[in-house]
C-alpha cells in the first residue's frame, strides 16, 4: 500500500527526514512514534500528497505522489490532529459538504453519512450543530468525515490527543473495527499505550531518522527487559543513593529525581533481594515493560524544542 525508499525532505538547510525506508502492507495498522520534530507529520504530510518529496521514492497505492497526487487524495481518508470542522453547519451538513469534494452523489452521499454516523455513534445528532458537540464527539466526527469517500487508505495525525479516557476507549474500538474491514491505517501518536494497542507495526523516528521498527512486543524484547521494578525513597535517603547501589540487582538502572527504575527479567524476585540485602524503598512497584520505557530510552527524557 505504501513503499519509501531512502525518502528525505528539506526545507531549506533543515532537514525534517532523512533518507528513511518503510512499507505498508494493506490491511495493516502502522505507526510513527517519536519527539515533537522528529519528522512524523512531514512524512505523513507527504503520504498524503500534500508535501512534495524532497529526495528518495515513495509509492502510495502504487503510485507516484509527484505526478499521481490526485488520483491518490481521491483513495485516501485522513483525520488531521486538529479538528477542522465547520462549525457553521450540522453534523450531517458538514459531512454532506466533504462528500461533495468527491463527487459524490447526493442520494449516494446521505447513504454513507447515515451509516458512518451509525459507526462513530453519532447517529442521534445528525442535525446538531458542531459547536454543541463535546471534544471526543468532534474527533468522531472528523473520522467519518475522513471515511466519506470508503478510502484504501486512512491517515490519522495524534488522533485522540486531549480527549478523557472514556473517549480515547471509544475511538479505539471505531479503529480496531476499521482495520477488521481491511482498512489500512497509518498514524501518529504520543500514547505509547494507544500504540500498543493498535499498531501492528511501527517504526520511531528521532532527528529526521528512524531509529527502531518492529512490532510493540518486538521493539520491547529487544530495547527493554520483561518487568521494571519502580523504587521510591524518602528525601533524606534519595540523596545518598548512586546507580551502582543497584547494579547488581538489574540489566540497566535509570536515576530519575523522584523515583529508581530497575529494568529486570524478574521484578518481584529484584525485590526480594533488595530485601535481603537491606535496601528499604517508602514504595516499590513491579510492572511490565511498555513502550514507553523503549520510546525514553531510544529518544531520551529530555524536552525537545
Not at 22 to 46: D, H, I, Q, Y
Not at 83 to 109: K, Q
Not at 230 to 236: G, V
Not at 246 to 267: K, Q
Request: glycine letters at 8%; aromatic letters at 6%; charged letters at 30%.
Amino acid at each position: 500500500m505504501i513503499e519509501a525508499r531512502q525518502l528525505s525532505k528539506r526545507f531549506g538547510e533543515r532537514i525534517a527526514v532523512d533518507a528513511i525506508d518503510f512499507s505498508v502492507g494493506r490491511g495493516e495498522v502502522f505507526g510513527f512514534l517519536g519527539p515533537n520534530g522528529a519528522g512524523k507529520t512531514t512524512t505523513m504530510r507527504m503520504i498524503g500528497c500534500v508535501s512534495p518529496v524532497t529526495s528518495g521514492q515513495l509509492r502510495v497505492l502504487g503510485m507516484d505522489p509527484a505526478t499521481e497526487g490526485p488520483s491518490i487524495r481521491a483513495r485516501l481518508g485522513v483525520v488531521p490532529q486538529a479538528d477542522t470542522l465547520d462549525t457553521e453547519l450540522s453534523v450531517g451538513d458538514n459531512l454532506l459538504v466533504y462528500a461533495r469534494f468527491f463527487d459524490i452523489p447526493r442520494r449516494e452521499a446521505l447513504r454513507r453519512i447515515d451509516e458512518l454516523l451509525e459507526f462513530v455513534q453519532l447517529g442521534d445528532r445528525v442535525r446538531e450543530q458542531v459547536d454543541s458537540l463535546s471534544g471526543g464527539m468532534k474527533r468522531r466526527l472528523t473520522i467519518a468525515r475522513g471515511l466519506i469517500n470508503n478510502p484504501d487508505i486512512v491517515l490519522l495525525d495524534e488522533p485522540t490527543t486531549g480527549l478523557d479516557p472514556q473517549a480515547r476507549h471509544l475511538l479505539w474500538d471505531r479503529l480496531y473495527r476499521l482495520k477488521q474491514r481491511g482498512t489500512t491505517l497509518v498514524l501518529t501518536t504520543h500514547y505509547m499505550d494507544e500504540a500498543e494497542q493498535l499498531c501492528d507495526r511501527l517504526v520511531v523516528m528521532d532527528h529526521a531518522r528512524i531509529v527502531a521498527r518492529g512490532t510493540p512486543a518486538e521493539l520491547i524484547a529487544q530495547y527493554s527487559t520483561r518487568e521494571v521494578v519502580e523504587l521510591r525513597f524518602a528525601d533524606e535517603a534519595r540523596d545518598s543513593l548512586a546507580a551502582s547501589t543497584f547494579s547488581d540487582f538489574a540489566e540497566r538502572v535509570e536515576m530519575l529525581p523522584d523515583r529508581v527504575l530497575l529494568y529486570t527479567r524478574d521484578g518481584e524476585g529484584t525485590v526480594e533481594a533488595l530485601h535481603r540485602r537491606g535496601v528499604a524503598p517508602a514504595s516499590v512497584l513491579v510492572r511490565r515493560s511498555t513502550l514507553e520505557d523503549v520510546f525514553l530510552r531510544l529518544t531520551g527524557r529530555s524536552l525537545i524544542e
